[in-house]
């Protein structure tokens, strides 16, 4: 059997063709046999939805893994680096006071009115010139830091993830099993329709060669024509049972193929 799975995606379309798709039954000679456990083997190791739910089950893994890490200490660091290519110069003499001795006054202001407090002492020395930029500037920064205590978050956490895995490997764990169910059960309708199919022909076979000998009886004059009808809409129906088992085994095998990737 020859199996061709077409698939079209954003206007592409993808032919994969299994050739001598055979299904291993003992009383139908077979090339190249496949048997149950070959299918089921491949269902488990390509179809995408099984895929999806392992993907699920180990991102849920590493949310757990995740969620212990938090509780461990963890240590950063931080690092900048400012490279000034220009001295940068201005006065400070607009802003206070000159004192003559290169020092400039910086009078303290009063935050709500705005104005310089008139108390004696009560003001800010700068050099009348300050002077900036002449070195590279490079920070770092460490930092160790230990969750002491958290109100139980951290522990709510891990249980949620716990309970989160156990979740995707039982959701996983359930579509194996479905797949495998469907997969076998697939099989063996195609095994059972095949066998239908060997009793439709010679169910056929035989109707053919009765209309035949009903109709020589006819011409002889020993039957009547209704008994010819009667032959003939048997075989009709015998056709038409044909084509719906052959049908079934087409429906049958797209969805095995489906199945199996």
């Not at 522990?155 to 169910?181: D, G, V």
């Not at 084509?243 to 429906?251: C, D, S, W």
Request: aromatic letters at 6%; glycine letters at 6%; hydrophobic letters at 40%.
């Amino acid at each position: 059997f020859v199996i061709k799975k077409i698939l079209s995606r954003g206007g592409f379309s993808m032919k994969k063709t299994l050739t001598a798709f055979l299904i291993l039954i003992h009383t139908v000679l077979l090339a190249e046999p496949i048997s149950l456990e070959k299918c089921l083997d491949l269902a488990l190791q390509n179809n995408l939805t099984l895929k999806a739910e392992q993907e699920t089950e180990k991102a849920a893994s590493q949310i757990k893994k995740s969620a212990y890490a938090n509780c461990l200490p963890r240590l950063d660091f931080a690092g900048s680096y400012l490279k000034l290519n220009k001295e940068i110069k201005f006065s400070t003499e607009d802003f206070g006071v000159p004192l003559g001795n290169g020092y400039t006054a910086i009078p303290v202001y009063d935050l709500s009115s705005g104005r310089p407090v008139p108390i004696k002492g009560q003001s800010i020395l700068l050099p009348e010139e300050l002077k900036f930029g002449k070195e590279d500037i490079t920070l770092y920064d460490f930092t160790l830091t230990q969750p002491l205590f958290t109100g139980g978050k951290l522990y709510k956490q891990i249980q949620i993830a716990e309970k989160t895995k156990k979740i995707s490997a039982n959701h996983s764990r359930l579509k194996k099993e479905e797949i495998l169910i469907d997969t076998e059960k697939s099989y063996w309708n195609i095994v059972s329709l095949l066998e239908k199919k060997k009793t439709a022909e010679k169910n056929l076979e035989l109707l053919k060669k009765l209309e035949t000998d009903v109709a020589n009886y006819l011409a002889e004059g020993i039957l009547t024509k209704n008994e010819l009808l009667k032959v003939k809409v048997k075989r009709n129906e015998g056709e038409l049972n044909l084509l719906k088992i052959h049908n079934g085994i087409e429906l049958t095998k797209m969805n095995l193929n489906r199945l199996m990737g």
